[in-house]
């Protein structure tokens, strides 16, 4: 086992040169000319390998959350889902800060909240909110929510994002605000449901009343950094908001062309590489 924790580990830090000829062309930004170094996810075929490499990356998302200041005590889960037991998922240690968390301390844990890979308990609203998630959506691979300063304050709005940007267009139509069970903490597993029904074909939710989460059924990279996105975004509205002056929104079908391009999963995956290549240099202690 030592020997494949090994190589993949050490595939996180090698340079990607990309092939057009063997790498599908899902995004405008994907160069033409073969060679050049970019961003690449690597085709694995051991399980043990893939399992490893998904594990590293909630790591690496959870330490992208605390460089973003997104810690509030115990508050704020990610999770993914286990690539051979689709029923199971990794999520983060309780009471264990996003800048502390490393692939030895993340937990495996079932939709009833048990935990079966670990030494550390479960978050019980992580738990109630994302394993009916998880569960309710098969399609849906890895969530993020955190208690963040500017998505918790536009929350208590009740409204959804308007496309005031570029990067505000990303969600246009492509997230939903919650009502139900607003402002209540949701640590009873009736709670889990009724919010879980509102993630159909949408990769972003405000939950009035309490915060932002992102979900993906492409990849934690792509969840987590849609998450700093959003936050990002509420951020500018409420600034925006504060002028009192009436915002020029981006026309409709301008706004769908910019979420297409750079609003996908791949996009989100993306751009999360940028900071995943700066934490593999800098806090190497993440894949202890």
Known sequence: MSALLDK????????????????????????????LVFPGRPRIDDVALERRYLKER??????????????????????????????????NPMAVHFRQV???????????????EGDHAVNRAGFVLHAAVHEAHPDIVAMCHAHTVFGTAFAALGQPLAPISQDAAAFFEDHV????????????????????????????????NHGLFTASRNS???????????????????????????????????????????GSEYIGWLHFQTIWNDLVRTEPDLFD
């Not at 200041?69 to 037991?85: K, N, Q, S, V, W």
């Not at 490393?102 to 048990?114: A, E, F, T």
């Not at 607003?182 to 009873?188: D, K, L, P, S, T």
């Not at 020029?248 to 062309?257: A, I």
């Open 8 to 35: 993949i580990t050490a595939g996180a830090r090698r340079e990607y040169r990309h092939d057009p000829l063997t790498d599908p062309k899902v995004s405008i930004y994907q160069p033409d000319q073969p060679g």
């Open 58 to 91: 909630l790591a690496g998302a959870c330490r992208a959350f605390a460089r973003q200041g997104f810690d509030y005590g115990f508050a704020g889960h990610l999770t993914i889902r286990d690539p051979e037991r689709p029923h199971l998922y990794w999520t």
């Open 102 to 116: 490393r692939v030895s301390n993340l937990i495996l844990v079932d939709h009833r909240g048990r935990v079966v």
């Open 177 to 208: 605000v919650i009502n139900d069970e607003a402002g209540q903490v949701a640590v009873e597993e009736d709670a889990g449901p009724k919010v879980a029904d509102w993630f159909k074909g949408v990769k972003a939710a405000i939950h009035q």
């Open 220 to 262: 934690i990279e792509a969840a987590a950094f849609w998450f700093i996105a959003l936050e990002r975004c509420c951020q500018q509205q409420l600034l925006v908001q504060a002028t009192g002056v009436a915002p020029r929104l981006v026309p409709p079908e301008r706004s769908r062309y910019s979420r297409e391009h750079v």
